[in-house]
C-alpha cells in the first residue's frame, strides 16, 4: 500500500478529504452488530430463495442459484467494505481459499475488496500517530491530511523531513485494527455460514485460523519493517530494483515510513509504449526476483497487487527499474518445503510423475491414501502449469505461442484457462484438499508474475533459468 506511484510534481491538496470516512467501526460490539444484522437479514433471503426453487427446475434453478449467490456475495462484500479493518482483509484473504470450496460468484464478489476502499479522514487516524511516535517526532514532519493510497488496514499519506527536505510515505494503521482481529474472523466465519456461500459439510476451522494468523503478522508493522531492510539490503547491490529505505525513527508497531519512490503501473500507457526488448527485460527482473526470493531466500513477498511493484522509466532507455514496495504480506517458507515444490517442478518439466506425487504427498497438498489415478491426474496439471518454461518449441507447447526465435509469448498465451479447465476436472475430488497456506500464498504470487508478464506482453526464454535450482 505504501508509495504509490504518483509523480514527484503531483500535487497534494491537504484540505481535500472529499468522500473520506469519519472512521470506521473498530469496537466488538458495533462490528459484530453491523455483520449480525446482515447475517439475519441473509437468512431471510435463504429461506425466500429455498421456497421459490420448489417451482423450479433444471437450467431456471441453476441460474437462480448463480444469481442467488451473486446477491448474497455482493451484499457481503458491500457490508465489508464499509466495516474496512482486518475483517475486509479477511474477505480479501478468503477469495484465495474461497476457490477451493466456494461459489464462482462469490470468489469473484470478494476479489473485488481490493479495488473498492475509501480513505478515511486525517482526524481519526491522526491520534494513532501521535500516539505511536509522539508528538515530538510528529512535528518534524510535514504531512499531507489526504492520503495517497488507502487500504483495508491502513492508510498512506505523503510527507516531508522538515530538517533534510526528504519525501516520505507514512503508512498509519487504522486505529483498533489490530484488537479488532479475533473478534473479526469469528463473525466472518458466522457470516459465511449464514449466508450459505461454502458447503455446510465443510469445517473451515482451519482456514479461519489461517487468516487469523496472517491478518496478525500484516498489522505487525514492526516486522514489516525487518522484511523491508531485509529487502532493502539484499537488492542494495542489483541495479534492476529499487526498494525504500526505512526511517526507523518515524516508525512504530502501527506506523511505517519509508522513503518515497515513485513509479508507473506496468499497465500504465508508459510503460505499454516501451520496446518489446525493454518491457522484456523488466518481466525477466520479475521473474528472476520471484526465482530468488523462494529458492535462495526462501523469504516471499506474497501480495502481488500492482500497486507494489512500479516502473521506474530511465530517460535513457538503459536501465528501466522496478520499485518494489510493501512487504507485510512477507513469508518465510521452510527448506523442506522449497526442496518438496521443487520436487514437483523437476517432475513436472520431465514428465516423473512419481517425482511430482513425492513432491505432493511431502507438502500435503493430499493424503498417501489417495488413489493413484488422482495422483497421476494432478500431475497432468502440473505439467500444464509449468509449459513457459519448458524449452524452445516443446511439441507440449502450442506452436502458436512460441517467437520464430523460440521465446515463449506470455501476451496471447491461453495458459490460466487451459489451467483452469484442467483443474477443475482434476480438483474435483473428495480426495483434493484446501492446499496448506503456504500454497495458497506462494501461489498467490506465482499467479501475479504471470499476470505481470501478460501484461508487459512478454516474450521470454525461461527453460534455463530453473536450473541451477533444480538439478544442482
Given at each position: 500500500?505504501?508509495?504509490?506511484?504518483?509523480?514527484?510534481?503531483?500535487?497534494?491538496?491537504?484540505?481535500?478529504q472529499?468522500?473520506?470516512?469519519?472512521?470506521?467501526?473498530?469496537?466488538?460490539?458495533?462490528?459484530?452488530?453491523?455483520?449480525?444484522?446482515?447475517?439475519?437479514?441473509?437468512?431471510?433471503?435463504?429461506?425466500?430463495?429455498?421456497?421459490?426453487?420448489?417451482?423450479?427446475?433444471?437450467?431456471?434453478?441453476?441460474?437462480?442459484?448463480?444469481?442467488?449467490?451473486?446477491?448474497?456475495?455482493?451484499?457481503l462484500?458491500?457490508?465489508?467494505?464499509?466495516?474496512?479493518?482486518s475483517?475486509?482483509?479477511?474477505?480479501?484473504?478468503?477469495?484465495?481459499?474461497?476457490?477451493?470450496?466456494?461459489?464462482?460468484?462469490?470468489?469473484?464478489?470478494?476479489?473485488?475488496l481490493?479495488?473498492?476502499?475509501?480513505?478515511?479522514?486525517?482526524?481519526?487516524?491522526?491520534?494513532?500517530?501521535?500516539?505511536?511516535?509522539?508528538?515530538?517526532?510528529?512535528?518534524?514532519?510535514?504531512?499531507?491530511?489526504?492520503?495517497?493510497?488507502?487500504?483495508?488496514?491502513?492508510?498512506?499519506?505523503?510527507?516531508?523531513?522538515?530538517?533534510?527536505?526528504?519525501?516520505?510515505?507514512?503508512?498509519?494503521?487504522?486505529?483498533?485494527?489490530?484488537?479488532?482481529?479475533?473478534?473479526?474472523?469469528?463473525?466472518?466465519?458466522?457470516?459465511?455460514?449464514?449466508?450459505?456461500?461454502?458447503p455446510?459439510?465443510?469445517?473451515?476451522?482451519?482456514?479461519f485460523?489461517?487468516?487469523?494468523?496472517?491478518?496478525?503478522?500484516?498489522?505487525?508493522?514492526?516486522?514489516?519493517?525487518?522484511?523491508t531492510?531485509?529487502f532493502?539490503?539484499?537488492?542494495?547491490?542489483?541495479?534492476?530494483?529499487?526498494?525504500?529505505?526505512?526511517?526507523?525513527?518515524f516508525?512504530?508497531?502501527?506506523?511505517?515510513?519509508?522513503?518515497?519512490?515513485?513509479?508507473?503501473?506496468?499497465?500504465?500507457?508508459?510503460?505499454?509504449?516501451?520496446?518489446?526488448?525493454?518491457?522484456?527485460?523488466?518481466a525477466?527482473?520479475?521473474?528472476?526476483?520471484?526465482?530468488?526470493?523462494?529458492?535462495?531466500?526462501?523469504?516471499?513477498?506474497?501480495?502481488?497487487?500492482?500497486?507494489?511493484?512500479?516502473?521506474?522509466?530511465?530517460?535513457?532507455?538503459?536501465?528501466?527499474?522496478i520499485?518494489?514496495?510493501?512487504?507485510?504480506?512477507?513469508?518465510?517458507?521452510?527448506?523442506?518445503?522449497v526442496d518438496?515444490?521443487?520436487?514437483?517442478v523437476r517432475?513436472?518439466?520431465d514428465?516423473?510423475?512419481d517425482?511430482?506425487?513425492?513432491?505432493?504427498?511431502?507438502?500435503?497438498?493430499?493424503?498417501?491414501?489417495t488413489?493413484d489415478?488422482v495422483?497421476?491426474?494432478?500431475?497432468?496439471?502440473?505439467?500444464?502449469?509449468?509449459?513457459?518454461?519448458?524449452?524452445?518449441?516443446?511439441?507440449?507447447?502450442?506452436?502458436?505461442?512460441?517467437?520464430?526465435?523460440?521465446?515463449?509469448?506470455?501476451?496471447?498465451?491461453d495458459?490460466?484457462?487451459?489451467?483452469?479447465?484442467?483443474?477443475?476436472?482434476?480438483?474435483?475430488?473428495?480426495?483434493?484438499?484446501?492446499?496448506?497456506?503456504?500454497?495458497?500464498?506462494?501461489?498467490?504470487?506465482?499467479?501475479?508474475?504471470?499476470?505481470?508478464?501478460r501484461?508487459?506482453?512478454a516474450?521470454?526464454?525461461?527453460?534455463?533459468?530453473?536450473?541451477?535450482?533444480?538439478?544442482?
Amino acid at each position: 500500500m505504501t508509495n504509490k506511484g504518483k509523480s514527484d510534481s503531483t500535487p497534494v491538496d491537504v484540505n481535500d478529504q472529499t468522500g473520506a470516512l469519519d472512521r470506521i467501526k473498530t469496537g466488538a460490539f458495533e462490528r459484530n452488530l453491523a455483520l449480525t444484522k446482515m447475517g439475519a437479514g441473509a437468512g431471510a433471503n435463504i429461506a425466500k430463495h429455498a421456497f421459490r426453487n420448489l417451482f423450479r427446475s433444471g437450467d431456471s434453478k441453476d441460474q437462480a442459484n448463480r444469481e442467488f449467490y451473486k446477491r448474497q456475495a455482493d451484499q457481503l462484500v458491500d457490508e465489508l467494505g464499509k466495516l474496512k479493518g482486518s475483517v475486509m482483509k479477511a474477505g480479501q484473504m478468503l477469495s484465495l481459499y474461497g476457490q477451493y470450496f466456494l461459489p464462482e460468484e462469490a470468489v469473484e464478489a470478494l476479489s473485488s475488496l481490493q479495488d473498492n476502499t475509501p480513505a478515511v479522514s486525517w482526524s481519526f487516524v491522526e491520534p494513532q500517530l501521535l500516539e505511536i511516535l509522539g508528538a515530538q517526532a510528529v512535528g518534524k514532519l510535514d504531512i499531507a491530511r489526504k492520503p495517497i493510497a488507502a487500504a483495508s488496514l491502513g492508510q498512506a499519506h505523503l510527507a516531508t523531513v522538515v530538517d533534510t527536505g526528504e519525501q516520505v510515505v507514512v503508512k498509519i494503521q487504522y486505529p483498533g485494527v489490530a484488537n479488532a482481529i479475533g473478534s473479526d474472523i469469528r463473525t466472518l466465519a458466522r457470516l459465511v455460514s449464514a449466508t450459505r456461500l461454502a458447503p455446510k459439510a465443510l469445517d473451515l476451522t482451519d482456514v479461519f485460523n489461517e487468516l487469523r494468523d496472517m491478518l496478525e503478522r500484516e498489522c505487525d508493522y514492526d516486522l514489516e519493517r525487518q522484511f523491508t531492510e531485509a529487502f532493502h539490503e539484499r537488492l542494495a547491490g542489483d541495479s534492476r530494483f529499487i526498494v525504500p529505505k526505512v526511517y526507523p525513527e518515524f516508525s512504530g508497531a502501527r506506523v511505517l515510513t519509508t522513503r518515497y519512490e515513485p513509479g508507473l503501473s506496468v499497465s500504465s500507457p508508459q510503460v505499454q509504449a516501451l520496446s518489446q526488448e525493454r518491457r522484456n527485460r523488466i518481466a525477466k527482473a520479475f521473474v528472476d526476483l520471484f526465482v530468488t526470493e523462494f529458492f535462495d531466500w526462501n523469504m516471499v513477498q506474497t501480495d502481488p497487487h500492482f500497486g507494489n511493484y512500479r516502473v521506474r522509466i530511465d530517460e535513457s532507455g538503459e536501465n528501466d527499474q522496478i520499485v518494489v514496495l510493501d512487504f507485510g504480506a512477507t513469508r518465510y517458507f521452510e527448506k523442506s518445503f522449497v526442496d518438496s515444490y521443487a520436487k514437483i517442478v523437476r517432475g513436472s518439466l520431465d514428465a516423473d510423475r512419481d517425482e511430482i506425487i513425492e513432491g505432493v504427498l511431502d507438502i500435503g497438498l493430499m493424503e498417501r491414501s489417495t488413489p493413484d489415478s488422482v495422483l497421476r491426474g494432478f500431475g497432468e496439471l502440473t505439467e500444464l502449469i509449468v509449459e513457459p518454461f519448458r524449452k524452445p518449441f516443446d511439441p507440449r507447447v502450442p506452436e502458436r505461442l512460441y517467437t520464430p526465435g523460440g521465446a515463449y509469448c506470455f501476451g496471447p498465451t491461453d495458459l490460466p484457462a487451459r489451467v483452469g479447465q484442467k483443474a477443475a476436472l482434476k480438483m474435483m475430488s473428495v480426495h483434493f484438499k484446501i492446499p496448506p497456506q503456504e500454497i495458497i500464498f506462494l501461489h498467490r504470487r506465482i499467479v501475479g508474475v504471470l499476470v505481470t508478464l501478460r501484461t508487459l506482453r512478454a516474450e521470454l526464454r525461461l527453460h534455463e533459468l530453473l536450473k541451477p535450482y533444480l538439478y544442482a
